[in-house]
């Protein structure tokens, strides 16, 4: 890429406008359901539309979420590094969703039912463990909480994001497995896998450089 | 402190003066002065809507999409369901039917590359007159009754049906089954040609289903060739389907080109893609789970709300007192 492209780029990115924007498209998908459940629009089965819809749009959110980093590194979009926490919180926001349909539309929200449906099912459980995961990232994800931690805690703490990624998407493969939907779950899979390799790499790079460049010792 | 207690184990349905008890059909028409009172109310706001007004009322007239099938009321026992139709557009427009791809607006999408005429049937396998029946001949074979079942999907939730058709076992009496023919193996079209999911690989083609004789004699083992008082609709399975009003849905295979009696029991296709998850028999029992949800609630299309409460779903669909005796003595748990 031209490097003149890049900084148009990152000035595009760095507009006034850019922010608000991010925040009101994550809010799209809601606002669509809303405005689509007032018209009798959400389909035959209301329930199923939504349930599905916000387990689709935590996926998609959190592959937006994992990209931003690699993007910034590889491709110098460092104007992108702010939208990393929206795109995050957008991603609890929806994972949180998904939780409420599940818990409201289909157990009709009756605590013992929905331990004992995870109790019964893992692949519930393995969708419900990777919630609960989010929480404490979505709890310390105020510049506070960075400042409290330490921003090597912090770091350490939010890279279980990769382990949620995991468990997420082995949620929604044996959602799919009977049905040998693999159309369906190989563009996550795939995008996920590649986001952790651009990880590994970027690791193992900064790794490689003089301790005193990377980080202060305590 | 709700005013009326209700033990876990209450399903609504105990009552200890039976004189007391609603009719069935009266209970099920509960509303429906609420919807004429509405119905009237809005006619009288809004004249420049009457289809509005309109719209919940005629929900099983005919819908005047397809050729109309005449037919008369059926008075096989459990045959006619009092419960309200769901609307024709979510029957035909929200239903699995894989050839057609996997999501269930596909089939409305894609159905309409099916040429459901000419079809001819072939039914062979352990009988004494095997033949192939043209689709008039069926169509004539027995009298068309219209019987409202109840539709209940492995996935969770249900409909209530108005189709057309006669009892299977006038066709099998037909062929004349052996001595040796033991059970049925239904066969759907599979046609790249006219089915644009048959070549995903989503099951293995043609999609094939099975009863044991028994089952498929029975009188509620309907042969479909009409629903809403019209032909099938392309994506229902036209020209002519299986309904098993107490078994899941996929148990009723689609577009069938052929039935063959055997002696083995056969392998159906959900068996072969996931042997855990779907049986030979498939009925209809909410205290056995579909290994990834529950089958103890289902959801009514169109009717439950979506912070409603799903209804329980019902031993054998509701039709335990026609069919249970199919299965006396047989582990339900073992054989799902």
Known sequence: MAPLRLVALNRLALHRAAHPLLILACFGPLVGWIWAGSQGGLGANPAETLLKGSGLWTLRLLCLTLAITPLRVWAGLSALARWRRTLGLATFGYATLHFLAYAWLDMGFDPAAVVRDLSKRPFALVGFAAFVGLIPLAATSWNGAIRRLGARRWQALHRLVYAIAGLGLLHFIWMRAAKHRADEVWPYALTLALLAVARLLHRQRTNSRPAALTARTP | MPLIRRSAADTGFDH?????????????????????????????????????????????????????????????AGAVVMERP??????????????????????????ARLKPRPWTVQVDGEVLKPATFDLDT??????????????????????????????????????????????VEFTSLADPQQMPGVASRVLDWPYTEGLRLDEAMHPLTLLAFGLYGEVLPNQNGAPLRLVLPWKYGFKGAKSLVRIRLVARPPQTSWMRSAPGEYGFFANVNPTVDHPRWSQATERRIGEDGLFARKRPTLMFNGYEAQVGQLYAGLDLQKNF
């Open chain 2, 16 to 76: 200890p003066w039976p004189s007391e008890i609603t009719p069935a059909a009266v209970y099920a028409r509960r509303r429906d002065w609420l919807r004429q009172a509405g119905a009237a109310g809005a006619a009288l706001v809004l004249p420049a809507l009457p289809a509005l007004a309109g719209g919940q009322a005629a929900s099983s007239a005919r819908p005047g999409k397809l050729a109309a099938l005449p037919a008369q009321r059926s008075g096989v």
């Open chain 2, 86 to 111: 769901t609307a024709y557009a979510d029957v035909t427009g929200y239903n699995n039917f894989y050839e057609f791809g996997t999501d269930k607006s596909d089939p409305a999408r894609y159905g």
């Open chain 2, 138 to 183: 069926l169509l004539k074979l027995a009298p068309m009754e219209e019987r409202t079942y109840r539709m209940r999907c492995v996935e969770g939730w249900s409909m209530v049906i108005p189709w057309l058709g006669w009892s299977l076992s006038a066709l099998l009496r037909r062929v004349e089954p052996t001595g040796n023919a033991k059970y």
